[in-house]
């Protein structure tokens, strides 16, 4: 199911600039997963983090787990054109074995 | 994701009508799963299985049904009973015995009138 908190829903912005977006939970997570979906297909895996405090970079992408373990936090730099579209946070719970709980996305919009 | 292939990518059917979407995979992976995704929403469980003649139902089952036998194949068959069929649905597979992400196809998108 989906108990994870994502926010923004929705962010507006120029490019060039920075974009945060998290995910919070009052559950604990093994595994913290974010993914990036285009208009009309199917999600694709930016990162994936294991490790409470884990700070992981792909190219201008940031993503950390938390060190509680219940949240998890998504930076993009410099954003360009292409960033457009809708980022889900997801993680397997401690308690949920393989099932994946998935945030509710944030939709991004970069003004050229 | 290259080694899961959904089809049709638009499929068109009359209610009342049951209908079956195809997911094919070649990555050797013993989990798949259906979701579900409405406009502007998040994803949402159908069903899964983590091997081959084995399936759970998620947590929008009804309306649904699947199959699971070969490993590369999990079809879900979408019947008259769901009430609200016409929606973008995703496959996806997981390598098993670990918490390693999912991989998704390019999806489905069912209308249904």
């Known amino acids: 199911g989906q108990q994870l908190n994502q926010s923004p829903q929705s962010m507006f912005i120029q490019e060039g600039e920075d974009v945060s977006m998290n995910c919070t939970s009052s559950?604990?997570?093994?595994?913290w997963l974010w993914y990036k979906q285009d208009p009309g297909e199917g999600p694709v895996l930016l990162i994936a983090?294991?490790?409470?405090?884990e700070l992981t970079s792909n190219g201008r992408l940031t993503a950390q787990f938390g060190i509680t373990r219940k949240d998890s936090f998504l930076n993009i730099s410099a954003s360009i054109p292409s960033d457009v579209g809708i980022y889900f946070c997801?993680?397997?719970?401690?308690?949920?074995?393989?099932?994946?709980?998935f945030g509710e996305g944030t939709q991004l919009t970069v003004n050229p | 994701d290259g080694g899961i292939t959904q089809s049709p990518k638009y499929l068109f059917r009359k209610e009342g009508q049951n209908v079956t979407l195809s997911c094919e995979q070649n990555?050797?992976?013993?989990?798949m799963y259906w979701y579900r995704q409405d406009p502007g929403q998040g994803l949402r469980l159908i069903y899964y299985?983590?091997?081959?003649?084995?399936?759970q139902k998620g947590d929008i089952a009804e309306g649904y049904s699947v199959s699971r036998e070969k490993k590369e194949s999990f079809p879900l068959t979408v019947t008259s009973a769901q009430k609200n069929p016409t929606a973008f649905y995703l496959c996806?597979?997981?390598?098993?015995?670990?918490?390693?992400?999912?991989?998704f196809g390019n999806g489905t998108r069912l209308t249904v009138t």
């Open positions: 997801a993680g397997f719970k401690e308690t949920s074995g393989s099932r994946l709980t």
């Open positions: 559950s604990i997570f093994n595994t």
């Open positions: 983090l294991y490790k409470a405090g």
């Open positions: 990555l050797n992976h013993d989990a």
């Open positions: 299985s983590q091997i081959v003649n084995d399936f």
């Open positions: 996806a597979t997981q390598e098993w015995g670990s918490n390693s992400p999912l991989h």
